[in-house]
């Protein structure tokens, strides 16, 4: 294998990207993501190489592409204690499947046919318009046919004969109009697997850029936004007000009033939640997890607490085992990359009879703002979310619920998520949102007024034993 850093910014994050078949470097220059660097790999005639470069990062987002899917199955345990977030796209972890890859004999047919000509109708029948094949040929990959033949060989030994295969993926992207890996046997494979699948209606090469600044958190931009709207959040915020008392009504069937282990919150924030868990245990010792970098203001005198400037989907992964009995995060989760991991490393740093009171945002939320902007966050669906704890947890508890805010103007909606620090929806490679579209095409209620309607999702969640 070889590699390249396309983007070396010094960033803290890594978005490790396994290129397909026949690709080197050049058709990923100039990708990037604000607060990652991105790394192309590819060559796949041998697994060796020096990856010790990662070692610098404290986060991986492993992106995965065509038959780059199987390959890094083979290999993800080699970055796995820093890896959060796995994207496979328009690709399987067995990739030559009569059912669930590239049918053998067409896979088989490529290698023995493959000549430059034969070469470049491959590239014309990954993109999906001419438009595509162009941008692509400008930066055409520099391989020889021997070796792209050695590398078609290499890949199908290497993932038919692997015994373990990484299947603990985030999201697979299938693109309905692929016409190199069968879109059918896409869906199969991971239906099988019980990956959730998002489809998107482009070719084999798909818009990369579009899908890393939907898919990849911008975290440095959700640290900044609400560091500096602390001031303003509590008073601007009725719908995290509302997710608060909703979750402070279930602490007491949580945690005995006399309790004085530990309790961790994961997003402390302003401390909406915090001074209601405090109230509620007095007695405890709280850690309290933040990524901006502020603990919260007025917090009731003579609690026990300590307060870590953390990314708190990193740091759970390096918490002790066992070392809370509770853990207590609202409205946060949505802003980390795997809930998948989250979970998974929830559990494993809840004692043996621990239990979770978490919240998070449904698909729809922010809604009138995301269908006209085309900026959302990568939410998870309520079963799907529940499916993922379930893994690790019981669930003792769940619900959903609309708050319809109503504005007299657009531009005071907008204001509103300004002064909360919910308008870090991401930034993206293309052009900002227009903000007289938004201005002109935000839908009106019967009454006249603008609508903004947030879709919480609350659960209360025991350690499986």
């Known amino acids: 294998m070889q590699y390249r850093l396309i983007s070396d ?9 396994f290129a397909g078949w026949g690709m080197d470097e050049r058709p990923f220059e100039g990708l990037t993501r604000p607060g990652y ?7 796949y005639r041998d697994t060796l190489c020096d990856m010790s470069f990662t070692r610098r990062y404290s986060e991986i987002c492993l992106v995965a592409w065509s038959l780059g899917v199987g390959v890094a199955a083979t290999l993800g ?42 070469l470049t109708k ?13 941008t692509f040929d400008a930066r055409r990959p520099r391989r020889d046919i021997e070796e792209l033949k050695h590398e078609l060989d290499a890949v199908h030994h290497l993932t038919s004969t692997a015994t373990r295969l990484q299947t603990a993926w985030d999201l697979a992207i299938v693109s309905e109009s692929d016409a190199i890996f069968p879109p059918d046997n896409q869906l199969a494979a991971w239906h099988t697997l019980g990956v959730p699948v998002r489809r998107i209606g482009e070719g084999h090469l798909p818009d990369f850029q579009r899908l890393l600044d939907s898919e990849i958190i911008d975290k440095d931009l959700m640290r900044d936004n609400f560091a500096t709207r602390r001031p303003t959040y509590d008073g601007d915020s009725p719908a995290q007000q509302e997710i608060c008392c909703r979750m402070a009504r279930l602490i007491a069937d949580m945690v005995p009033a006399d309790y004085t282990g530990n309790i961790l919150e994961i997003g402390s924030g302003s401390g909406l939640l915090t001074r209601r868990l ?15 970098g502020l603990p919260p203001a007025g917090l009731p005198d003579g609690i026990r607490y300590d307060f870590a400037s953390v990314d708190a989907e990193t740091a759970i992964a390096e918490a002790a085992p066992g070392s809370h009995r509770y853990i207590f995060s609202a409205s946060t989760m949505q802003w980390f990359n795997s809930p998948q991991r ?32 085309g900026k959302k966050l990568p939410l998870y669906e309520a079963g799907v979310l529940l499916s993922l704890a379930s893994r690790h947890f019981k669930v003792l508890r769940s619900e959903d619920f609309r708050l319809t805010l109503r504005f007299i103007t657009p531009l005071e909606a907008m204001r509103h998520l300004r002064n909360t620090g919910v308008n870090s929806l991401g930034r993206t490679s293309g052009e900002p949102v227009n903000t007289r579209r938004l201005l002109d095409e935000w839908p009106r209620d019967t009454d006249g007024l603008y609508p903004l309607t947030y879709h919480p999702f609350i659960m209360l969640l025991k350690k499986n034993v």
Not at 37 to 43: E, F, G, S, T
Not at 278 to 292: N, T, V, Y
Request: hydrophobic share 45%.
């Open 342 to 373: 989250f979970f998974e490393n929830c559990a494993r740093a809840l004692a043996a009879d621990g239990m979770m009171l978490i919240s998070t945002f449904l698909p729809d939320n922010l809604m009138e703002m995301s269908r006209i902007s």
């Open 77 to 118: 345990d080699t970055f796995d204690n820093k890896i959060t977030k796995r994207i496979a796209i328009n690709g399987t972890i067995r990739p030559v499947d009569e059912h669930l890859g590239i049918p053998p004999a067409i896979y088989l047919g490529t290698r023995n046919g493959l000549n430059e000509r034969n």
């Open 278 to 292: 405090m109230a509620a245990c007095p007695q405890a010792h709280f850690d309290l997890w933040d990524i901006s």
């Open 9 to 17: 910014t010094g960033a803290g994050r890594l978005i490790l990207f």
């Open 122 to 134: 491959f590239y014309r029948r990954m993109c999906l318009s001419r438009t595509d094949f162009a």
């Open 37 to 43: 660097d991105i790394a192309v790999v590819w060559d």
